[in-house]
Nanobody
Framework: QLQLVESGGGLVQSGGSLRLSCAASTGFTLDNHAVGWFRQAPGKEREAVVCISGSGSSSNYADSVKGRFTISRDHAKNTVYLQMNNLKPEDTAVYYC????????????????????WGQGTQVTVSS
């Protein structure tokens, strides 16, 4: 079973940057899987941030992060990255990466029910 592992979270000041990574467990490939990033702040529902297709040729972003966050993938490293720039205190949350069971693009991409595999999450805290 595909397992996802996030890393790269931490504490950063407002306006700073972080890069999150989502790696697949040994023996599994992310190549044919779309990958999404979600986040969940305390007391709030999990919300979609961005999704990238298996090929990396297409992506969707939440309005709240457009122009600040960039998703990319490195097939050689079997890893998907989320570059987060100009971070704001409201970006503080636990960030999760997720993937669907098959090679399809999640529909709708912003629904957590469209994803089958989830990582354990990484904490991002942005101080003001």
């Amino acid at each position: 079973q595909l397992q996802l592992v996030e890393s790269g979270g931490g504490l950063v000041q407002s306006g700073g940057s972080l890069r999150l990574s989502c790696a697949a467990s040994t023996g599994f490939t992310l190549d044919n899987h779309a990958v999404g990033w979600f986040r969940q702040a305390p007391g709030k529902e999990r919300e979609a941030v961005v999704c990238i297709s298996g090929s990396g040729s297409s992506s969707n972003y939440a309005d709240s992060v457009k122009g600040r966050f960039t998703i990319s993938r490195d097939h050689a490293k079997n890893t998907v990255y989320l570059q987060m720039n100009n971070l704001k205190p409201e970006d503080t949350a636990v960030y999760y990466c997720a993937a669907p069971y098959g090679s399809w693009y999640p529909d709708p991409w912003w629904s957590h029910s469209a994803y089958d595999y989830w990582g354990q999450g990484t904490q991002v805290t942005v101080s003001s």
